[in-house]
């Protein structure tokens, strides 16, 4: 566990025998602003090592709501794996627009790496997430350098994406209330044309999108993907989360994506813990 | 469960099968300020019913904090009990300096009813949670009739003397953190001080003399009090709490007080979902 004197620890707060901590840094990915995130940390034996499950965050979301909100320290507790929550966009980088709107900027990086260039500087969450994160935490902590990834909304985008982009990064990946093909959404459309110079870029970062053209490479995937759904949620019938195109592009792929639509859950953290226990199996089994 | 057309519904979200329900009122209790509270209602079989177990929320908190952080839900879902969450003081009442400070005022009504003309219209809190709240609620929801209560800090107190000024009325009473004796610590000090007319109406708001006078008075009381303390929490140190006065208190009665002392915990949401699983298990098996 190498010392990282750029990771400074603002907050440690014992629970259930571990720790939650949240650190800051300096991101070179981001432009060399500083970006926050909360780490569970378990309770481990001298020289002991653990698996690291990450959760990106919709829409509005901090670092804090996941860790503080999901009812999933028990059961990371249990299975000693640490649990990584980072933020959800670069924060205070002076960019055109990145404050007129909950969904586009602040709170809303959408896990790409920007092209146009009033944000390319800054607003590079994708490299964030997948690349200098994980290895900040890999250098600082006992990780075991197995990692797996869920999110919601937004981030289960994110969590898709960074999981069908990068084979062997991620033992799995699963999702809550996923935006699964934001190419056709507004949500996606906004930020997707906001961020990228050209909608060329945007299938790229498109878990539907990239399902199909992974087919039509005639290329293959073996996975297991969980999605679970709340049919109680507006977003849905808003036609911003499209669960039924995924679904549909994996069809004859070697994609197993168990998607459940459960009955009368919102889009809500309530709707997050009560299907917390599930993912944090799901991914503990799969980084078995 | 009659229809109470004053209480209004203001949301209401799934959760492990139950609900999480936001209602709104008119308290007069709290001089015709409208009040909210949480109510996490489990399924249950038509005709089902189920006890009640209220949480009195802490210092600058309101009827969220618990019931969206503390991880209960898991356990009150499983053994089918009813959660209610309070405020911690009425809202708008436009009382004297009532949003100076975080510890006196709006988010800080130390569960007494005040006496001081300047509050005593609306800072009725006692009255409000051990009458006013426990009778809509039974009024309202398929409820037992079994009660019985805890709390964090200030409601830790307030969940004290509810169970002791109220011989039958709840199962037990347990607190993460209470301020065990508010006559004697500063907090306590400046809301007795400016709640209550005279300093002799203070220690009837307090759990160590309460149970001093009852020593005094020849009288006894069967209970069993289940408190967690962590070991790192500044406000131990700061002697705003002072759980070791009700232990002296408590020596020589039939009041079996648990007080466990939990090594490296501090005052916050992470030390109450720690220990929330033994916190239900201990109520519920009260109210059995």
């Given at each position: 566990?190498a ?8 907050k440690?707060?014992k629970?259930?025998?571990g720790?939650?901590?949240k ?5 070179s990915?981001?432009?060399?602003l500083?970006?926050?995130?909360n780490l569970?940390i378990?309770?481990?034996?001298d020289g002991e ?12 979301c901090t ?5 503080t909100k999901?009812?999933?320290i ?9 649990l990584l ?9 002076g ?17 790409v ?25 890999n ?6 350098g ?18 069908l ?8 990946a699963s999702a809550?209330a996923?935006?699964c093909?934001?190419?056709l959404c ?11 110079d050209?909608?060329?870029e945007?299938a790229?970062y498109d ?5 199909n053209a ?11 993907i ?17 669960p039924?195109?995924?679904?549909e592009?994996?069809k004859?792929?070697?994609i197993t994506?168990?998607?459940?639509l459960?009955?009368?859950?919102d ?13 944090i ?8």
């Amino acid at each position: 566990m190498a010392e990282n004197k750029a990771l400074s620890k603002v907050k440690s707060q014992k629970v259930l025998g571990g720790y939650v901590e949240k650190y800051i840094h300096t991101s070179s990915t981001l432009g060399g602003l500083k970006a926050s995130f909360n780490l569970f940390i378990p309770h481990l034996a001298d020289g002991e090592k653990a698996n690291v499950l990450m959760f990106l965050s919709g829409l509005t979301c901090t670092e804090e709501n996941f860790i503080t909100k999901a009812g999933a320290i028990p059961h990371a507790a249990e299975h000693k794996i640490f649990l990584l929550c980072p933020d959800t966009s670069p924060r205070g980088a002076g960019c055109p627009e990145e404050d007129e709107n909950w969904d586009f900027g602040t709170g809303a990086g959408f896990y790409v790496n920007a092209t146009n260039q009033r944000y390319s500087k800054f607003y590079n969450m994708y490299d964030y997430v997948n690349k200098e994160l994980i290895a900040l935490v890999n250098d600082n902590f006992p990780t075991s350098g197995k990692i797996s990834v869920f999110g919601h909304s937004m981030g289960g985008h994110g969590a898709l994406i960074s999981y069908l982009k990068n084979p062997g990064l991620y033992a799995t990946a699963s999702a809550y209330a996923p935006i699964c093909n934001p190419c056709l959404c507004p949500w996606g459309e906004k930020c997707f044309g906001g961020f990228l110079d050209s909608k060329e870029e945007w299938a790229a970062y498109d878990a539907t999108e990239l399902v199909n053209a992974m087919k039509k490479e005639g290329k293959d995937m073996t996975a297991n993907i969980l999605i679970d759904q709340g049919s109680a949620d507006g977003f849905l019938e808003k036609k911003q989360l499209l669960p039924e195109n995924l679904i549909e592009a994996c069809k004859g792929t070697s994609i197993t994506l168990n998607y459940r639509l459960a009955d009368g859950y919102d889009h809500s953290y309530y709707f997050i813990q009560t299907f917390i226990k599930d993912h944090i199996e799901h991914h503990v089994n799969a980084m078995k």
